[in-house]
């Protein structure tokens, strides 16, 4: 059967939590009325994060996984990237190593993408932090809520949280998204929801559960980093350079089977997870 979600996990030394993660997701997928696939893309990882994303690959059960490597870090979002243009499923879905979100909550991305609703749905703390079990330290909590302001400021994006490292994409529409962006590290999630949204896909920003998880790659330095790629995404979009690939998302956008519900044979339309008040909040 061929998988109706492709779960992509980049991970850059990971090699002590990916195990364990890795067994969680396929727990939680092969529970599931859907055939899935998982991708992890080892980001030129120096310690064992390859072996142990295969050892575990042994416990996938009836879930498809593959690894995809390459020797050279080049930063999450090159592995994101990657990861979402090897995707096999209509939908594809991006979640950082550590399941800071936890996968339960993949419905809430995955729902109301299938049910032909949305182009893109991505996890935001910031809309219910009651939904955060274990916050990140008071300084980068802050520094979080700066970036998005400047965000905001730099892009005009009407969304409160453009970090958390859980989003879907309908990839029939989102393909030019994703091949048009160029940002490789901490910006990569702000260049693909701007591109998005310049195309006018229907875009869905959802609360979800988030803990801290120790151990996170984000540094001052590479906080630091998104306010010059911020400068530079805003340069890159008054020299034309994501032209071509808004207007393709666009065309795609407008034809009827892209705005249809994602079946399987035989399958009835499923409902969407976002609520009434969320999905009137369409982008």
Not at 43 to 60: H, I, K, L, N, Q
Not at 256 to 274: H, K, N, Q, W
Request: glycine share 6%; hydrophobic share 40%; aromatic share 8%.
């Amino acid at each position: 059967m061929s998988p109706s979600l492709s779960l992509i996990f980049p991970a850059f030394n990971e090699s002590a939590r990916l195990g364990k993660t890795l067994r969680t997701t396929f727990d939680y997928l092969n529970a599931q009325d859907y055939a899935a696939e998982v991708i992890v893309v080892d980001d030129g990882s120096a310690d064992d994060t390859p072996r142990v994303a295969e050892r575990a690959f042994a416990d996938a059960g009836r879930t498809e996984a593959r690894l995809v490597r390459y020797e050279r870090n080049r930063g999450k979002g090159y592995a994101v990237r990657l990861g979402l243009l090897e995707a096999r499923a209509p939908v594809a879905l991006f979640s950082d190593s550590d399941l800071s979100t936890p996968i339960e909550e993949t419905p809430k991305l995955f729902g109301p993408i299938r049910s032909g609703e949305y182009d893109i749905v991505f996890g935001s703390r910031a809309l219910d932090r009651t939904l955060i079990g274990v916050h990140q330290p008071w300084l980068r909590e802050q520094s979080g809520k700066v970036f998005n302001l400047a965000v905001r400021l730099a892009t005009r994006l009407p969304f409160s949280d453009t970090q958390c490292g859980f989003k879907a994409f309908r990839m029939d529409v989102c393909r030019p998204v994703v091949e048009g962006a160029l940002i490789d590290r901490f910006g990569f999630d702000v260049e693909l929801l701007y591109v998005a949204h310049a195309a006018g896909l229907r875009l869905l920003e959802q609360p979800v559960r988030w803990d801290d998880a120790e151990g996170s790659k984000v540094s001052f330095r590479s906080g630091l980093q998104g306010f010059f790629e911020l400068r530079e995404l805003r340069r890159q979009a008054k020299r034309g350079v994501y032209d071509k690939a808004i207007a393709r998302a666009r065309e795609l956008s407008r034809r009827p089977d892209t705005r249809a519900p994602i079946l399987a044979a035989a399958e009835p339309a499923p409902e969407s997870d976002a609520s009434p008040e969320l999905a009137a909040r369409r982008i």
